[in-house]
């Protein structure tokens, strides 16, 4: 397993549990069959997959691409249209429950991508999800996520109100 951040020291726990330090998104990804990401926003996700020396330009065909990013439904489904023509599979896969869900795999995981591609990830989605469920095609996982970010502000502010 190889791992790249932008900030080097942040792969230490990686290294520490006995993976490798990528030092490029290229060195990371050349020989992976799959690839998992989480960046903060739409235009890093971009980048990360899309950009110059980034997942497109360096995974090789047929590499399962994973973005447990929170990004905008219709970026995921051209990203997705994107990595199709490049022979390569994305599933858009939001995580719900913080940080102390991720620390205890216990994540929610809404998965949006073709139903196969699904069942390929599953296994790694399992080990840091506790409930994974594929809500539809490409985007939807994007989709699901955001309302179910909704439910919960809705939630805090009845409470709030109460």
């Not at 994974?132 to 709030?160: F, R």
Request: glycine letters at 12%; proline letters at 5%.
């Amino acid at each position: 397993m190889a791992g790249f951040n932008r900030s080097p020291e942040k792969t230490a726990p990686l290294v520490d549990a006995g993976g490798r330090a990528a030092e490029s998104i290229a060195d990371a990804v050349g020989d992976a069959d799959v690839v998992c990401l989480m960046v903060p926003d739409s235009p890093d996700v971009s980048t990360v997959l899309a950009g110059e020396g980034g997942v497109f330009d360096n995974a090789k065909e047929g590499t399962l691409v994973v973005d447990f990013s929170s990004i905008r439904p219709d970026v995921t489904t051209g990203l997705a249209e994107q990595a199709a023509t490049r022979g390569l599979r994305l599933i858009d896969a939001p995580v719900s429950g913080g940080e102390a869900g991720a620390i205890n795999a216990a994540l929610s995981i809404m998965v949006g991508g073709d139903a196969d591609d699904f069942e390929a990830a599953k296994p790694y989605l399992d080990v840091v999800g506790k409930t994974v469920v594929h809500v539809g095609p490409s985007g939807a996982g994007q989709t699901v996520k955001a309302a179910n970010q909704l439910i919960v502000a809705a939630n805090i502010e009845a409470l709030a109100e109460a």
